[in-house]
Structures are given as C-alpha cells and as structure tokens.
Nanobody
Framework: VQLVESGGGLVQAGGSLRLSCAAS????????MGWHRQAPPKLREFVAG??????NYAGSVKGRFTITRDNAKNTVYLQMNSLNAEDTGVYYC??????????WGQGTQVTVSS
C-alpha cells in the first residue's frame, strides 16, 4: 500500500486548506484511513479518521476539520477550516487494514502564520 499526501502549505490564521491522500497498491483490505500530525517536540497525534463505522476527530479539531473519502478515487481528504498556529505541523495520512497493519504516507507540511 502506498499513500501520497498533497495539499499542504502556508496559510494565515483563520484560513483553510484541504489535504488529499491518494492510496494505491493492495488497498482492498484497507478498512480505515485518516490523519495524524506532528509538531516537534510534540509526539505524533491523531487528528481524524474515517471507516465504515463513521468519522472521528480529535477534540482540538472537532467542528473545524472534516474528513471525507472518495472510494472511486481511493482518496481521503481533510478539509481544515479556521486554522490556527497550533495546527502547524507535518500531517501524515494513514491506512489500516483488517489485520491491524498500518501504512503511512511521507507527510505534508502545514504552516499557519499568526
């Protein structure tokens, strides 16, 4: 499974970005996808996930971020609104299969200027 993120960049506080993650390879076993982020020196943290059970979000992004999935394109999106400086970090896409194995993308940088 290969995951390729795109859509990161520099945005002013209060602005919006949309991240994309395109999956390829042996994706038929992938049953959940989502995003984590990391801003050193913090540890990588969960942001949002989507599966057949629905969507879930970290408390810090709930109401501002929306995760969606286009199964025809094997792509998951993260719409990020009302961005603030604490949202700055590298955003990593993940895909998890039915055996519990997790795959990661290379990450995309999001920088929010205040």
């Amino acid at each position: 499974v290969q995951l390729v993120e795109s859509g990161g960049g520099l945005v002013q506080a209060g602005g919006s970005l949309r991240l994309s993650c395109a999956a390829s390879g042996s994706i038929q076993s992938i049953n959940s996808m989502g995003w984590h982020r990391q801003a050193p020196p913090k540890l990588r943290e969960f942001v949002a996930g989507i599966s057949s059970a629905g969507m879930n979000y970290a408390g810090s992004v709930k109401g501002r971020f929306t995760i969606t999935r286009d199964n025809a394109k094997n792509t998951v999106y993260l719409q990020m609104n009302s961005l603030n400086a604490e949202d700055t970090g590298v955003y990593y896409c993940y895909g998890r299969n039915t055996l519990g194995s997790t795959y990661w993308g290379q990450g995309t940088q999001v920088t929010v200027s205040s």
